[in-house]
Each structure stands twice: as C-alpha cells, then as structure tokens.
C-alpha cells in the first residue's frame, strides 16, 4: 500500500511560485509513476503532470506546459511540482497520485491517491 501525502499548497498572487510535494510511504515508490491532478469547485478532476518512474518521461497539460515542471527525488520518496507564473486560472485543489505502470493523463489509472493541498492564485 503507498500512502500519499501532499503539501505546499497556499495563497500566492497572479504571477508568483509555489512548490508541491508529494511524499510517499512506500519504499518500492521509485517504481511508480506519479501525476498531478487538480479540482476546482464544480469542475472535473483534470490532469495537470506526470513523471514515470525513471523520471524519463514526462508529459503536461497544454495550460500549464512552459510554466509548471515536475521531477521526483528517488531518494527521498518525494516528487515535486514547480510552479511558476501562476494564473487564478490554476487556482483549485491540487492531488497527487501514484500507479504501478505506465504514465498516464486520465485519473483512473492511479490507484493510490494523497489528500490533496489548496492552491489560491489571487490578489
């Protein structure tokens, strides 16, 4: 069983940064790939990124390519999401999420899911 845990989340204004964490229990975590998904009210939860295991393949939303940057540390259990030049677009809950596989932008497919963290992009 890999439990999940989020954090970083926080109010930041239009334009700023915020770093996520995800941090796993898991030692075998290495093996997993892991994504980034996010929920605003009333909407749909949409994938956000994703890294595979290797850390060699990773693939974005269109909205937040050029902007947000993922990458996991093996080593401490943890993958992070960079985000810049935050928009209130962005602004929602943010998940992150771990499968046994291969990488994949549909929710789904991950079987391990944190709790999630609050992101608010507002002036």
């Known amino acids: 069983q890999v439990q999940l845990v989020e954090s970083g989340g926080g109010l930041v204004q239009p334009g700023g940064s915020l770093r996520l964490s995800c941090a796993a229990s898991?030692?075998?975590?290495?093996?997993?790939?892991v994504g980034w998904f996010r929920q605003a009210p009333g909407k749909e939860r949409d994938f956000v990124a994703a890294?595979?295991?290797?850390?060699?393949?990773?693939r974005y939303a269109n909205s937040v390519k050029g902007r947000f940057t993922i990458s996991k540390d093996n080593a401490m259990n943890t993958v992070y999401l960079q985000m810049n030049s935050l928009k209130p677009e962005d602004t929602a809950v943010y998940y992150c999420?771990?499968?046994?596989?291969?990488?994949?932008?549909?929710?789904?497919?991950?079987?391990?899911w944190g709790q999630g963290t609050q992101v608010t992009v507002s002036s």
């Open positions: 890294i595979s295991w290797s850390g060699g393949t990773t």
């Open positions: 999420a771990a499968v046994y596989g291969m990488v994949s932008t549909i929710p789904g497919a991950y079987n391990h």
């Open positions: 898991a030692r075998t975590y290495s093996e997993y790939t």
